[in-house]
């Protein structure tokens, strides 16, 4: 209410009193305060950070190979950026606040004008404090299109998040760094949702093909995912396409910031079961996203065509690879010895002080000079080792990686992986994107306490 009165007496006083942020043609996103209703009927409603004032923000849609112009215009009180997570972007639009650009301070507005040069699955998050902002509900979808996609008769968008909400007054948690949540799994919420509603469902017909698009926006929580009264193909994982559509015959694991595309044919009759679960804690499986099942229509007889390959993922040559021991340190139960934190070796003890829980190679937080330096075109080879009593989603900036197997095959491209503590996990990339990119852990409350580095590609 307050926002709109003041609107209106502002247009009151004509064109020089308005600051002229965007000419018509800019399209705007806007950073702002919100109220939504994310917990049930009868509890009160949430103030969120958002994106043009819904949760998850608006969905963003372009065709591969478009330019895409967005102007951030920051309404809230603190500074904030855009990350587009996964897009393998020109590094000055990474969006990473004291990385890749400044970040737009209260008021101010930020440029973003790129080419989406992959079709796929993507999303995009504030990167500055993004522990609380993420937590607030500054994120949405990105999808970018095939120029031909494939022949299904539905395309849906389930973004999965949660929330940790007071019951009380609706409003989130406080504070966002808690030490607790830091030092042991991370923010994980107390209400689960698909696009922003805790209760979502969606109606599907008997022998329907649908392409399903999950994106685990949540701060921290892994979702296990089981499917029902549906039988499906993972055609994509974090935006990039598989080579060939792979029957699914087991639970999907879904770490924070991982999407996987699926398609799936309803097998469900009508009244019948339908939909996606989740794992609980006790083991028990909950519905996150039911379905509806009315009405049939005759199956399609094939399975699904693989998608289009996305340009330039020629599967990096081991033979000539640097390697590189990302060695992941700290948190509860495990601890550590010490690392260095603002140029100083520190226990853990003076760590902890210093809000840092974590640290990646003996180093807590951003280091000034990089985890590695490569050049343009070289391949590198990640050795990613868990010390801690946790799992990580690592994530990379800029690039996609494959999985190194043990017997040196490599897996599908991917910009975030879990890794488990005390499973040795290997990584490899062609550094073919330069800049600065941000390596780092996508539980966002690790990130904000030591598991955050950096490589640079010249
Ligand atoms: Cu989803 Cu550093 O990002
Ligand atoms: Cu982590």
Redesign the pocket.
């Known amino acids: 209410m307050m926002n709109i009165i003041r609107r209106q007496f502002c247009a009151g006083l004509g064109a020089v009193a308005l600051p002229l942020r965007a000419s018509a043609s800019t399209q705007t996103i806007r950073a702002q305060k919100a109220t939504v209703q994310l917990a049930p009927e009868g509890y009160p409603a949430t103030e969120v950070w958002s994106y043009d004032g819904t949760l998850p923000g608006p969905l963003i849609r372009v065709r591969q190979g478009q330019r895409l112009t967005r102007q951030l215009v920051n309404d809230l009180d603190v500074p904030t950026s855009i ?1 587009w ?2 897009i393998r972007i020109d590094n000055a639009m990474d969006g ?1 606040s004291g990385l890749t650009q400044d970040p737009a301070a209260a008021g101010e507005t930020f440029d973003y004008d790129f080419v989406v040069p992959d079709a796929g699955t993507y ?1 995009y ?1 504030a ?1 500055k404090n ?1 522990m609380e902002q993420v937590g607030r509900g500054l994120s949405g979808v990105l999808i970018v299109d095939e120029p031909t996609p494939p022949d299904v008769d539905r395309d849906e968008v389930l973004m999965l998040d949660d929330w940790l909400l007071d019951p009380d007054t609706g409003g989130f948690v406080e504070p966002f760094d808690h030490p607790m949540m830091m030092s042991h799994g991370g923010r994980t919420g107390n209400l689960v949702g698909v696009n922003g509603r805790y209760d979502f469902t969606m109606s599907a017909i008997t022998g329907e093909r649908l392409r399903l698009r999950l994106i685990n926006a949540a701060n921290a929580r892994i979702f296990g995912l089981r499917l029902e009264g549906m039988k499906a193909w993972t055609v994509a994982l974090d935006g990039m396409p598989l080579d060939r559509p792979e029957a699914l015959s087991e639970d999907i694991i879904l770490a924070p ?1 991982q999407r996987i595309d699926l398609i799936v044919d309803i097998t469900a009759s009508e009244g019948e079961p339908a939909g996606i679960l989740m794992a609980m804690n006790d083991n028990s499986w909950q519905a996150l996203a039911d379905m509806t099942v009315a009405g049939s229509q005759s199956p399609r007889a094939d399975a699904p065509a693989p998608l289009p390959a996305n340009p330039n993922t020629a599967l990096p040559d081991l033979a000539t690879a640097r390697r590189f021991d990302l060695v992941m340190e700290g948190g509860a139960m495990a601890g550590m010895e010490s690392a260095v934190y603002n140029g100083q070796t520190l226990d853990f003890r003076a760590l902890i002080d210093q809000g840092q829980f974590w640290a990646l190679s003996g180093q807590a937080g951003l280091s000034e000079t990089p985890f590695a330096s490569l050049a343009r075109g070289e391949v590198a080879r990640v050795a990613l080792t868990n010390r801690t009593a946790f799992p990580h989603a690592i ?1 990379l ?1 800029g690039m996609h990686f494959r999985q190194v197997s043990a017997d040196g095959s490599l897996g599908p491209l991917r910009d ?1 992986i879990l890794s488990y503590p005390d499973e040795p996990l290997e990584i490899a990339f062609t550094a073919d994107n330069p800049g600065k990119w ?1 390596f ?1 852990c ?1 539980m966002l409350a690790h ?1 904000a306490s030591g598991m955050n580095t950096w490589i640079e590609v010249t």
């Open positions: 990350h997570h996964g990473v999303w998050h990167h993004s910031a994530h900036h975030t941000l780092h996508h990130a």
